[in-house]
Structures are given as C-alpha cells and as structure tokens.
C-alpha cells in the first residue's frame, strides 16, 4: 500500500513537473551532481564567520557573498530547491505535502531530507548573524556620530565665548579710548581756553597802555617828530 502511496505521488510530480525518470530513476529538476559534499557548518561557526562581514563591508553583499563569508558548504539539495518543490505543492494540505517531500527523498539516495533542513538552518545562520553585524555598524556609526556632534558642539560653545570675550574686551578698548579722546580733547579745549583769557588780558593791557601814551601825546601836543 505504501508503495502504491509513493508511486501515485510520483507520477503526480512527473505531472506537475517537479520530478522525471531517466532509465527508471527518479530525477528531480536541476538536480547537481551527488558527489558535491553534504555535510553543513553548524549555524554557530557560521554566524561567528559572517559576523565580522555585515560591519565592514563597503556595501551590501549579496546572499551568495553571505553564504561564502560563513562558510556554508555546496548542498546537494539546497533549501532553495525545497522551497520551489513546496512552492509547486502549495495546493496540497501540509501532510500532503510532507508525504510528498518525504517520498521524493525516498525516491532518490543522493540527498535525504537533513540536507536542505541544515542547509536553510546554516544559511538562516548566515543572513542572522550577517543583518547582526549590520545593526552594530549602523549602531558604532551612530554613537560615532553622537560622540562627533558633541565635539562639534563643544568647540563651538568654546568659539562663541571666545569671540563674546573679544568682543567684550574690544567694547571695554573701545570705551577707554573714547573716554581718553573726550578727556584729551578736553584738555586741549582748556589749554586753549586759559590761553585765549590771558591773550585778551594782555592785550587789554597793552591797548590800555598804548591809549594812555597817545593822551598824554595828545595833552601836551608835542610834535612826535
């Protein structure tokens, strides 16, 4: 009966194309060569290999790169492949579609079922601990930046109150020279002053003077010859 179950199944998946026979073997779409290597890194060395990449890189990689830089090894039956063989079985219910993955694996000895299930777990892995190493530099570079800001902000307070104390200290200049410029001017209006008083008593004098030696010309009207 079972037999039957599996053979019902894989004439199905003949139908929908998503299995052929070739000289009575099953063979599955895309298939690659049964000697590519099975054996999966463990999603913790994966995610410790990606991580130092998701901070560094100079722009996103794409997955292929993510799954270099961790080390996922060749699958010979890689979850993608799984993930288009359910994507074509997506009209069955779920224990159809599990009896049917699960016959195809039976149908073929060059991968069982743990290949794409640890194949997706590293590559899982691999996308984690890569989005991980994204969010640390996103993070660095913000603290970065807040650390820079801070800085900048810093130096410009430091700017301000320098040109503010200059500018303080130019007022201050500015305000004893104006002082000494009306004090001096000051002076000099004085000096002036005083001079112009005691001119004016000179010469109130000597006219004085002059006026009493004409009289007495005059009085006894003598030729000045």
């Given at each position: 009966?079972?037999?039957?179950?599996?053979?019902?199944?894989?004439?199905?998946?003949?139908?929908?194309?998503?299995?052929?026979?070739?000289?009575?073997?099953?063979?599955?779409?895309?298939?690659?060569?049964?000697?590519?290597?099975?054996?999966?890194?463990?999603?913790?060395?994966a995610?410790?290999?990606?991580?130092?990449?998701?901070?560094?890189?100079?722009?996103?990689?794409?997955?292929?790169q993510?799954?270099?830089?961790?080390?996922?090894?060749?699958?010979?039956?890689?979850?993608?492949?799984?993930?288009?063989?359910?994507?074509?079985?997506?009209?069955?219910?779920?224990?159809?579609?599990?009896?049917?993955?699960?016959?195809?694996?039976?149908?073929?000895?060059?991968?069982?079922?743990?290949?794409?299930v640890?194949?997706?777990?590293?590559?899982?892995?691999?996308?984690?601990?890569?989005?991980?190493?994204?969010?640390?530099?996103?993070?660095?570079?913000?603290?970065?930046?807040?650390?820079?800001?801070?800085?900048?902000?810093?130096?410009?307070?430091?700017?301000?109150?320098?040109?503010?104390?200059q500018?303080?200290?130019?007022?201050?200049?500015?305000?004893?020279?104006?002082?000494?410029?009306?004090?001096?001017?000051?002076?000099?209006?004085?000096?002036?002053?005083?001079?112009?008083?005691?001119?004016?008593?000179?010469?109130?004098?000597?006219?004085?003077?002059?006026?009493?030696?004409?009289?007495?010309?005059?009085?006894?009207?003598?030729?000045?010859?």
């Open positions: 009966m079972a037999l039957e179950v599996e053979m019902g199944l894989m004439s199905l998946l003949e139908g929908v194309g998503l299995a052929r026979r070739v000289e009575g073997e099953v063979v599955l779409p895309d298939e690659p060569s049964s000697s590519v290597a099975a054996e999966v890194q463990p999603p913790a060395e995610a410790q290999a990606v991580a130092a990449t998701g901070g560094e890189s100079s722009g996103p990689l794409s997955l292929q993510v799954y270099a830089a961790a080390g996922v090894p060749a699958c010979p039956y890689p979850a993608e492949r799984l993930q288009r063989v359910l994507e074509g079985l997506k009209a069955m219910d779920p224990p159809m579609r599990l009896m049917t993955v699960q016959a195809i694996d039976a149908a073929d000895d060059s991968w069982v079922i743990n290949d794409p640890n194949d997706a777990a590293a590559k899982a892995a691999a996308i984690d601990a890569y989005s991980n190493g994204i969010r640390a530099d996103v993070s660095r570079a913000e603290e970065e930046g807040k650390a820079l800001l801070q800085e900048i902000a810093q130096r410009q307070d430091k700017s301000i109150a320098d040109i503010r104390r500018i303080a200290e130019l007022e201050a200049l500015l305000q004893r020279e104006v002082a000494r410029g009306a004090q001096d001017s000051a002076a000099v209006e004085a000096g002036l002053q005083t001079r112009r008083e005691a001119a004016l008593r000179d010469l109130a004098a000597l006219t004085q003077t002059a006026n009493d030696m004409r009289a007495l010309v005059t009085q006894f009207n003598v030729s000045t010859k």
